[in-house]
């Protein structure tokens, strides 16, 4: 006897979760890693306004449109598209005395990697590009909150809206998805430094992810990345 589409098992079986415990795939991840492959394609390429000639202004600007084109975009995607809260995708405290201990122990470990790094020409060449930014006290604390800025968008589209947004599905397989594009972006950096964010990728995504906050992925960048560009411009005075 002939079946009918409509009788058929296998139109009328619930979609198979990809992790056992985790809902199906849907529409909600391809969607959520193009949307992101858009967004950090816009930010390479049109984030650096070249028309600018002052060196101070156009880091500003570029570390401003990274704000907007990282943090507020997919902010508003959450919230209109998704129809979510920021804090599900990890603006917020979540665990903090959790991150507070792990973003203590990388912190002391960069101490030393910063060191070693900033004793390699690659490093020195790349970090001391902002001399303006070594002038005085003044120029470095405004170069510092910028990276601030920067880096608090970085952090929520890395280890925000990437993880927790493919997590509901993929769980803490997402920790891997959102570090190959974070690899990425570092490849305009010294070798040693993109092979370092394999490991940095893993480890921050993990923090987030564990803590439910990627606060203390943004803070724990933050102070290593001006302690980098620190120890560069006044370590030779």
Known sequence: MAITVSEHPSLHTAPTPL?????????REP???VFSTVLLTAVHYHANLRCLSDPKDRLLAWMA???VVLFGLPALFIRLVLKQRLSEFGLQL????MWAQWSLVFGVVMIFGILIAAS?????????????????TVSFLIFAAGWGLYFFAWEFFFRG????GLARSLGNHAIIIQMVPFVMMHYSKPALES???IIAGVALGLMAYRSKSFIGCWL???VVAVAMYAVVLFGGR
Request: aromatic residues 24%; positive net charge.
């Open 19 to 27: 992790v056992p415990g985790r809902p199906p795939l849907s529409w």
């Open 31 to 33: 969607v959520i890693v």
């Open 65 to 67: 449109i990274t704000f």
């Open 94 to 97: 979540g665990k903090a005395r």
């Open 120 to 136: 390699l020409g690659s490093f020195q060449d790349y970090y001391s590009f902002h001399q303006w930014a070594g002038r005085n």
């Open 161 to 164: 809206f990437m993880l927790f």
């Open 195 to 197: 092979y370092g964010a």
């Open 220 to 222: 724990l960048h933050w």
